[in-house]
T-cell receptor, first 110, second 113 residues
Framework: GQQLNQSPQSMFIQEGEDVSMNCTSSSIFNTWLWYKQDPGEGPVLLIALYKAGELTSNGRLTAQFGITRKDSFLNISASIPSDVGIYFCAGETSGSRLTFGEGTQLTVNP | DVKVTQSSRYLVKRTGEKVFLECVQDMDHENMFWYRQDPGLGLRLIYFSYDVKMKEKGDIPEGYSVSREKKERFSLILESASTNQTSMYLC????????????FGPGTRLTVL
């Protein structure tokens, strides 16, 4: 099946720092989604991307759909302690199925 | 607010037991999904359902079955639990087949001894 490689696997940063994570694949995707999972909760959708090259922001979060349609990145600016959690990328090809990345565990030190 | 609830947050079972994981959504969504989440592997789709009594296999259906007798309820069944089924199980529901409209439940952490 398709695979998404998400990096980094974990990040330890200081409050106020910017964060960047990305996902790459050998397959082309029609849609890229970014989720955040708080401890003890299910993932919540942060940003959805639908077109190659698209750049979308949601508050301090910015995500881009790669031109090749095989990659995407998520940036978080000026991190705060409540940004702690696991961030997942997910790509959709066809049949309305999602392929998820391995996740990036983010720790923010106050 | 969409609410997806899962019957247990934590469950401990023994090898060979039959296990039922229940998921209920209160928003009249047509589509429901079961995923398992493992460290380093992300979320993987086990089964999904687009309508009552309808089910389709996801990417890792082996060792699992599902039941959807009512629109609001989607059950995941482990016929004979094995230790490699120890995992976090997440249910999701969606009003459409679009992937950007899935709402997840809080998860059930299942341990099989």
């Amino acid at each position: 099946g398709q695979q998404l490689n998400q990096s980094p696997q974990s990040m330890f940063i200081q409050e106020g720092e910017d964060v960047s994570m990305n996902c790459t694949s050998s397959s082309i995707f029609n849609t890229w989604l970014w989720y955040k999972q708080d401890p003890g909760e299910g993932p919540v959708l942060l940003i959805a991307l639908y077109k190659a090259g698209e750049l979308t922001s949601n508050g301090r979060l910015t995500a881009q759909f790669g031109i090749t349609r095989k990659d995407s990145f998520l940036n978080i600016s000026a991190s705060i302690p409540s940004d702690v959690g696991i961030y997942f990328c997910a790509g959709e090809t066809s049949g309305s199925r999602l392929t998820f990345g391995e996740g990036t565990q983010l720790t923010v030190n106050p | 607010d969409v609410k997806v609830t899962q019957s247990s947050r934590y469950l401990v079972k023994r090898t060979g037991e039959k296990v039922f994981l229940e998921c209920v959504q209160d928003m009249d969504h047509e589509n429901m999904f079961w995923y398992r989440q493992d460290p380093g592997l992300g979320l993987r789709l086990i089964y999904f359902s687009y309508d009552v009594k309808m089910k389709e296999k996801g990417d890792i259906p082996e060792g699992y079955s599902v039941s959807r007798e009512k629109k609001e309820r989607f059950s995941l069944i482990l016929e004979s639990a094995s230790t490699n089924q120890t995992s976090m199980y997440l249910c999701a529901s969606s009003p459409t087949i679009r992937t950007d409209t899935q709402y997840f439940g809080p998860g059930t952490r299942l341990t099989v001894l």
